[in-house]
């Protein structure tokens, strides 16, 4: 038993600053309201003065230091191949052995699904261990029945002690480890409750380090908060190889597996799942998925490609420009920078003479994507001139490009890539930058128009033609 005594100290839950006191800013990374009380275990003087009277002995270690020419890099041996394509394309290639893997997302977006089916995809030919802290046993064998995961290596436990699990880890040595969920593992050592700071810290260094020195990949399934976060402070996030996100509306079946951290490989990478009755499937073109169903003949309407990665998607952003009953006009966004629409708005009004002040604008990207990337600029005015004057934009057209302050439009990264995703999902026209249509060979775009512009007012032309 530890000698000591409990100590309540204040924990930033965004960076894991700790203060004896509450404070409504945190000092270290600025963020309000993040301080939450927490309970520690203290040592006594008595304890640290025995600790203080035993020195090191010099010289003496059960270290083992390896030439870094003999650790082996084999590819095959160093990765696990999952078989789900959209899983390894966002780790970069396969699970790596003895990475720890952070898997956050929404409640109800498809984190134990996923990692069920992952269980399911590789346990023909490696064991697995799935520890769980919030369901039993039973419930995990009913989840992998309704999605026809094959059962004959899996491990099932349900627990929350730390210090029991990684024993058990340990022991039985499987191929790889899944957690679910952080928030509910608890450590004796530590007396605060689980799911707090120290207790998130605590059980992720744990089994960090169990997971290291076995050589063990493990997933771990965290909560977020209410700002869309993993809960728990960003050390953790720190203490982990990989974190990976699923995106996606709640109401909609397609979801969006994004890498924002990843030692082993790009974090430009996403995977997109569809969420049906039995699990989810791989979606191989998400372009096709995205513009199914879209409206034809429809002012408003614009076709953007954006980049993920190395993969290029094509996505519909819809625009609606009506008479505002209101003094001020409403500006809303959804899958779109709101703070961009309203550049954007301002730049149409300064520099093409379209008058948006007693307007209401709303934008929607649809299918659920975040466009983030400022290569959608152009898309998203000519969706909104479109609408403001109701005439449709070609069906088969779509637009690339970003727009400055003046008016220009502006080049973009891979625009060859763009274009051959364009002309394989049947668009016959592409408005893009002027300045980059003379770096493409022509040649391989046959079946496209290409439309060079140099500002938005010659865009908004072109498809008044």
């Known amino acids: 038993m530890k000698e000591g005594k409990l100590k309540t100290i204040f924990v930033c839950s ?46 003496v270690t059960s270290l083992v230091a390896s030439r870094l020419s003999d650790i082996s890099t084999d590819e095959e041996k160093s990765r696990i191949i999952t078989g789900i394509h959209e899983l390894d ?43 769980t802290g919030e369901e039993s046993t039973r419930q995990i064998k009913l989840r992998a029945n309704r999605l026809h995961v094959a059962q004959e290596n899996i491990s099932l436990v349900a627990e929350i002690e730390i210090d029991e699990i990684c024993g058990l880890i340990e022991q039985m040595r499987p191929d790889l480890v899944v957690i679910d969920s952080i928030q509910t593992m608890h450590c004796g050592d530590v007396s605060s409750s689980a799911g707090s700071v120290s207790q998130v810290k605590e059980c992720s260094a744990r089994l960090l380090a169990v997971a290291k020195s076995c050589e063990i990949p493990t997933f771990i399934v965290g909560h977020v908060n209410k700002d869309g976060a993993i809960a728990g402070p960003k050390v953790m996030e720190h203490i982990v190889d990989t974190v990976l996100y699923f995106e996606g509306d ?3 079946p397609y979801r969006v597996l994004r890498g924002v951290k990843n030692r082993y490989g790009s974090t430009n990478e996403i995977g997109m799942f569809d969420m049906t009755g039995t699990g989810l499937t791989e979606i191989e073109n998400p372009s096709q998925m995205l513009l199914d169903g879209r409206p034809l003949g429809i002012s408003g309407n614009c076709v953007a490609c954006t980049m993920e990665g190395t993969r290029p998607i094509l996505s519909e952003i819809q625009a609606l420009v009506t008479k505002s009953g209101f003094g001020t006009p409403r500006r809303a966004a959804s899958g779109f920078d709101f703070n961009r629409t309203n550049l954007l708005v301002a730049v149409l ?117």
Not at 429 to 453: C, N, W, Y
């Open 250 to 252: 709640k109401t909609l």
């Open 14 to 59: 965004n960076c894991g600053e700790t203060s004896p006191r509450w404070m409504g800013r945190c000092p270290s990374c600025g963020e309000w309201n993040t301080m939450t009380e927490d309970v520690v275990m203290t040592e006594s003087k008595s304890a640290t003065s025995k600790k203080a009277a035993a020195p090191r002995a010099t010289g």
């Open 89 to 131: 394309r966002v780790l970069g290639g396969g699970i790596v052995l003895g990475s720890v893997v952070l898997l956050g997302g929404e409640p109800g977006a498809g984190k134990s699904t996923l990692l069920l089916q992952l269980c399911g995809a590789i346990s023909d030919r490696h064991n697995v261990l799935y520890v």
């Open 349 to 465: 009004e300064k520099r093409a003479g379209y008058f948006f002040g007693n307007l209401d604008v709303y934008i929607n990207i649809v299918g659920g994507l975040d466009l983030d990337e400022t290569a959608c600029d152009l898309a998203v005015c000519l969706a909104m001139v479109s609408s403001l004057m109701d005439k449709p934009i070609g069906d088969k057209t779509v637009a690339i490009g970003e727009v400055g302050l003046a008016g220009e439009v502006r080049s973009v990264t891979f625009l060859e890539n763009r274009l051959r995703e364009a002309q394989r999902i049947g668009f016959t026209r592409a408005i893009v930058p002027k300045h980059s249509l003379k770096q493409l060979d022509v040649s391989e775009f046959p079946d496209m128009e290409l439309t060079g512009v140099s500002y938005i007012r010659d865009a908004i032309q072109a498809i008044k033609q």
